[in-house]
């Protein structure tokens, strides 16, 4: 503990049972997220079979941000987020597209062949509402004050002077939880 992770207090009781569960918080308008994304989900590949990895989107209280969180589960309801995850990043940092309301993000959705009717619809459903709630109710239950951010097992906060070192410390860390969860 100290440079590798931090302890969450209070700890929370992660959602997913009987596995570890890994959260990283983020958000597509952060740069620091869009370079973290395509090494974390490297990393996410080889966890062991007793992990689960989750990704919550969050605003941080930015609106912006908040139209971003709506599209990541707008396309996880549409069935199209594995396809259009990485897309969406690069859209917003490579290409400088400014995805922040309802109606670009159904551009751009339409555009990477999305029925934009379709994605409206999801945009604006109720399940959508209420698991972008969720996610920010969790970025508040987890005190998560930047992007991305790395939680173990409802307790360990990753830590790190960089990409590399956060994820290597979260291998560890990954450790550290499955001993204490026997």
């Not at 931090?6 to 959602?15: F, T, V």
């Not at 890994?22 to 740069?31: K, L, R, T």
């Not at 930015?62 to 707008?74: I, K």
């Amino acid at each position: 503990m100290g440079r590798d992770y931090a302890m969450l207090s209070p700890p929370q009781i992660p959602e997913t049972k009987d596995k570890i569960e890994v959260i990283e918080f983020f958000s597509y308008g952060c740069p620091h997220c869009n370079d973290f994304n395509p090494l974390v989900s490297q990393w996410a590949k080889q966890l062991p079979a007793n992990a689960v990895f989750v990704r919550v989107p969050v605003s941080l209280g930015r609106p912006q941000w908040g139209q971003l969180v709506r599209a990541y589960y707008t396309l996880q309801a549409t069935g199209d987020l594995t396809r259009l995850d990485s897309a969406l990043f690069d859209a917003i940092h490579k290409e400088k597209q400014q995805l922040f309301d309802e109606a670009s993000l159904t551009a751009w959705a339409a555009q990477h062949g999305v029925p934009a009717e379709k994605f409206k619809a999801a945009f604006n459903s109720f399940n959508v509402s209420t698991r972008a709630g969720h996610a920010e109710q969790l970025s508040r239950d987890y005190q998560v004050q930047g992007v991305p951010h790395l939680v173990i097992d409802g307790k360990y906060q990753v830590l790190g002077q960089n990409f590399t070192e956060v994820l290597a410390n979260a291998t560890q860390v990954l450790g550290v939880a499955a001993k204490s969860a026997k």
